[in-house]
């Protein structure tokens, strides 16, 4: 299929088709594809994506179910990261590939449009989750100054607990877990989801492929039980730590991301 046809595959979906600002263009891999066009395909096109949301949601129930026959001693609450994870960015993707532009790019654009659909099951889970007493807290590193159109986006969605103080925004670091201990102050955390390792432990935040890969080794028995993963092939930490990213960066070519692929 020739690129202008699955470009058009990707415009059947845009929802964030008027944006105008300045373009950032890019050379394109020697196939002449995107190198993210397969992968938003897969998030807006695919019946599998929405079936892995709402698998994840579907774990997170049961986990929910199970955790509240147990003995409370202190107030529940569930953290959730907010892109990918219960917001839906792909339009901002796919515009992106159909005027060649990437990050940061027109993303206060799109971020100021506070437009952003719901991840598959993230509304219903939190909804039912709130409903039995459950804290919501958003932990995202979304900078503080799309805090206004975050809540409105949040709050036009009818997500719950979607106020002020429990939005927790980018601060002066990176680093998750400082918020995370701000609300184990007065809550048990429940159970972390995100799209991200990153925003489970701090060690996945390096991008030292390695080095997360061993620690996520070391910690398979709390997936799918307190940490509840969302797929996100478009974008991540998981990228940084690619062989070939540095270099691919340096020189604007995406064939240093050859480095990282296994063939038969």
């Not at 992968?39 to 599998?48: K, P």
């Not at 003995?71 to 959730?80: D, F, G, T, Y």
Request: charged fraction near 25%.
């Amino acid at each position: 299929m020739k690129y202008s046809t699955l470009s058009f595959i990707v415009g059947l979906s845009l929802l964030f088709s008027s944006c105008q600002g300045p373009v950032n263009h890019h050379h394109a891999p020697a196939h002449g594809t995107h190198p993210g066009l397969f992968a938003t395909l897969f998030q807006q096109q695919s019946a599998e994506y929405k079936a892995l949301c709402y698998q994840a949601f579907n774990i997170a129930e049961l986990r929910l179910n199970e955790r509240l026959k147990d003995k409370i001693e202190k107030p529940l609450a569930i953290v959730v990261d907010i892109d990918e994870t219960v917001l839906d960015n792909s339009p901002y993707q796919a515009q992106g590939i159909l005027d060649h532009f990437d990050y940061p790019v027109k993303w206060d654009v799109w971020m100021n449009s506070a437009s952003a659909e719901v991840v598959p099951g993230a509304l219903e889970f939190l909804k039912d989750a709130s409903a039995r007493g459950v804290k919501i807290f958003y932990i995202s590193n979304r900078k503080e100054i799309y805090r206004d159109p975050t809540l409105k986006n949040l709050k036009d969605l009818e997500f719950p607990d979607a106020v002020n103080e429990n939005i927790l925004l980018l601060s002066d670091e990176k680093d998750k877990e400082p918020r995370r201990q701000q609300v184990m102050q007065n809550y048990e955390i429940l159970m972390l989801m995100g799209d991200n390792l990153g925003d489970f432990h701090s060690v996945f935040d390096a991008t030292d492929a390695q080095l997360r890969e061993v620690f996520m080794l070391e910690n398979l028995t709390n997936f799918g039980k307190n940490w509840i993963v969302l797929p996100n092939p478009v974008y991540g930490t998981w990228m940084e730590a690619l062989p070939g990213m540095k270099e691919a960066r340096e020189h604007k070519d995406n064939a240093y991301l050859e480095k990282g692929l296994k063939g038969f």
